[in-house]
């Protein structure tokens, strides 16, 4: 397995979903959660569970909930859609950090100031660094909604933030993620180095960068990655 050296780094910031767990647990955790709900309150003709499962495998992402109460011939899919969603996102997620990435926040703890950047629901992100026992295992935790959508990536606020947090900038900071859509816009707009974990299981593995957006490496495991100061 081929490693990737890079020196003179002082701060490494992390992506969330895809970066350090599986996003695809907290989907079928999600759907586990929203089935049980379902359940208690409308006749399934349907394993629930199973079959958004199913749908999220098929490419499925914005309209699950929907499509399942049609398939099922439900007719009350205008008041139950936002209480599922409300579900999916508060539920409290079976999840867990790859083996990859628990150890190198174990490896690189000490040495280097060690953040988090992540998108998404703010309450939902919230839960899934709870569950993931991120906040005792890492300095700052930025999740980009609290200041509202449109300071999701690519928009370079969180990471001026972690910036202005440690007063180190440029080429001394690193931001690891999954999307090459989105994710390497900014830091590289501020200098930051990139690296890009690419996993065989991730939901965006075959996301393409636009210019300008291409992380500096790809990696499949954060193993490959060899940090000095």
């Not at 359940?39 to 394993?47: G, K, L, N, T």
């Not at 914005?62 to 599922?84: K, N």
């Amino acid at each position: 397995m081929s490693t990737i050296p890079l020196s003179g780094i002082a701060v490494v910031v992390f992506d969330v979903d895809d970066t350090l767990y599986p996003e695809r647990s907290f989907a079928f955790s999600g759907f586990a959660a929203v089935a049980d709900w379902l359940r208690s309150r409308v006749a399934c003709s349907i394993d629930p569970a199973a079959r958004m499962r199913e749908l999220f495998e098929a490419g499925e992402r914005g309209h699950v909930f929907d499509r399942l109460l049609a398939e099922m011939g439900c007719d009350e899919a205008e008041v139950l859609v936002p209480a599922m969603i409300e579900r999916y996102r508060s539920h409290t997620p079976a999840i867990k950090l790859y083996d990859d990435a628990d150890a190198a926040l174990g490896r690189w703890a000490g040495s280097f100031r060690l953040g988090l950047i992540s998108d998404g629901p703010l309450d939902m992100q919230q839960g899934k660094i709870e569950a993931l026992g991120l906040p005792g295992r890492v300095g700052r935790i930025i999740l980009s909604d609290q200041w509202g959508r449109s300071f999701w990536k690519p928009h370079p606020r969180p990471y001026l933030e972690i910036e202005a947090a440690w007063g180190l900038r440029g080429q001394r900071c690193l931001y690891i993620a999954d999307n090459s859509e989105k994710d390497f816009i900014a830091p590289r707009q501020l200098g930051w180095r990139t690296v890009r974990v690419r996993r065989s299981d991730g939901i965006y593995a075959q996301a393409l960068p636009p210019p300008g957006g291409e992380p500096e490496y790809e990696v499949s495991l954060l193993d490959q990655i060899e940090l000095t100061y």
